[in-house]
């Protein structure tokens, strides 16, 4: 948007993106220079002057804009990034193990998606295995984190009133009010293969084989983990996670670690996610490190079909007008999320009802929705969730918005968002200029002569 500033739209980025497909069509264009040379360090952090070019490619695949951003803007992002890493450290925003390597998979799975294989990535970051790669990534990963939940503690009281809102937009000179793509409102409804109590079974004894093979026969539990999990966060840490009680696990897992005892294997146990055992290794203090093994039972193929057929007989009952979308939504889909807002869907990104369809990030919804009319319903479609279990559903267009500039009624949610992203921004500005004095900072080559919106070179 026009008129946030580089500033404000360089620390709203989303840092943790990688966008390697950026990368791999723009490498050849980048400049060759020194990968290893020292640059800049805060802190405990240093920055390495290959870091300007890669922090330029993930900033342009995360959509910011860069017309106006010289190479020393660029290394201000990251001497800010460190800072705010650095900092956190001192204050304890802890991040766990657990949270890094959940996060770290997930972006390994967008990057596989983008580019197609794990080989062009190990190719591209020069990595000769997919280990090796994970344990360089990790700490790129931890370090964003860090500065990630750094910047959540400085905004997180940051509010803005009405009237703010209102000034903010009335800033805003007429001829740079930016454009508002074509918009959305979806509304879904989601049926799910009901797995059967035989398919369940199969995976608690398929649990309770390995356990007992690991207790009676001496087999490694890191092996089985890295084989055959489905929890694939943990699958090359051989099912690993260091927690305490305070960690983001559901109750029934928590509830089972914290009643083992050393070196002790549970018994199959059930949580959403799926049935796991769990094998505490040790007990430190409040932490405990264990290893555990996710078993997910699939739907037959019979139990597809079953789901297909009933959200067939559903869609048929709307169009014929028999029940509205809404209330079939509210009365049959497995969504737990939309199904008692008549299945309407909030765009993850925004949390707003109004998806932009240019920026929808889930491409099977996408190419849904995007031949269909005002009210009309879609045939169904395979839904595929990020843990890659399937469903079926069907989507209504409640309402289509054409494209538009934006306007302070009709938008207001999407300018409220701007005001609190630039009020936070200056927030954070005011924060790094306090903590610039009192952290160690260096800056080396040609980055002295650079003219920085902070005071990061104290004269």
């Known amino acids: 948007m026009r008129f946030l500033n580089k ?42 002057e290959s870091e300007i070019d890669k922090t330029l490619l993930e900033l342009k695949a995360q959509r910011v804009s860069i017309e106006d951003m ?15 890493a650095y900092q956190a450290v001192q204050d304890s925003l802890e991040v766990t193990d657990v949270e890094v390597t959940t ?20 190719k591209f970051y020069n990595k000769k295995s997919e280990d090796e790669f994970r344990e360089y990534f990790f700490d790129i990963v931890k370090q964003n984190k860090l500065t990630q939940n750094m910047q959540q503690h400085i905004v997180e009281k940051v509010t803005i009133t009405p009237e703010e809102v209102r000034q903010f937009f009335k800033s805003i000179p007429e001829d740079q ?10 509304a879904e409804i989601v049926i799910k293969p009901e797995i059967s109590k035989e398919q369940k079974q199969k995976v608690i004894d398929r649990l309770n084989e390995m356990r007992t093979d690991v207790l009676e026969n001496g087999a490694s539990f890191f092996s089985k983990a890295v084989l055959f999990t489905d929890d694939k966060a943990s ?35 059930e949580t959403e996610f799926g049935y796991h055992i769990i094998y505490l290794e ?31 007989n559903i869609r048929e009952k709307i169009v014929n007008g028999e029940i509205s979308f809404g209330e079939a939504a509210t009365a049959s889909s497995d969504e737990k999320e939309t199904k008692f807002n008549e299945g309407v869907m909030k765009d993850p990104m925004t949390m707003d009802p109004r998806f932009e369809l240019n920026n929808m990030e889930d491409r099977e919804l996408y190419f849904l929705v995007s031949g269909l009319s005002e009210g009309e319903v879609s045939q169904p479609a395979i839904k595929t969730d990020r843990r890659g ?12 918005y054409p494209a538009h500039k934006i306007d302070f009624a ?3 949610s999407k300018v409220k968002g701007f005001a609190l992203q630039k009020k936070q921004g200056e927030e954070m500005e005011k924060w790094v200029g306090k903590k610039i004095k009192d952290a160690y900072i260096s800056i080396q080559g040609e980055f002295i002569e650079c003219k920085f919106r902070n005071n990061w070179l104290k004269k």
């Open 177 to 186: 009010l930016p454009m508002v793509g074509d918009e959305v409102e979806i």
């Open 103 to 122: 996060y770290m998979d997930d972006q390994i799975n967008r990057m596989v998606e983008e580019v197609g294989s794990m080989d062009k990535i190990l």
């Open 410 to 412: 009709e938008d207001y």
């Open 282 to 312: 040790k007990i430190r203090g409040q932490r405990l490190d264990l290893r555990h093994i996710l078993l997910i039972p699939k739907p037959t193929q019979e139990a597809m079909d079953e789901a297909k057929k009933k959200i067939e």
């Open 70 to 84: 010289s190479r020393c803007d660029l290394f201000e992002k990251l001497l800010e990034d460190k800072l705010f």
């Open 7 to 48: 500033k404000i739209g360089m620390l709203f980025a989303l840092s943790l993106s990688f966008g390697v497909t950026a990368y791999a069509q723009e490498q050849q264009s980048v400049q060759k220079r020194k990968i290893d040379g020292v640059v800049g360090v805060v802190g405990d952090y240093v920055i390495l």
């Open 389 to 400: 279990d399937k469903s079926y559903r069907i989507v209504r267009i409640n309402k289509k």
């Open 235 to 269: 699958a090359a840490n051989g099912g690993f996670f260091s927690m305490t009680k305070k960690d983001p696990f559901v109750k029934e897992f928590k509830d089972v670690a914290f009643s083992m005892a050393e070196g002790e294997i549970s018994q199959p146990f």
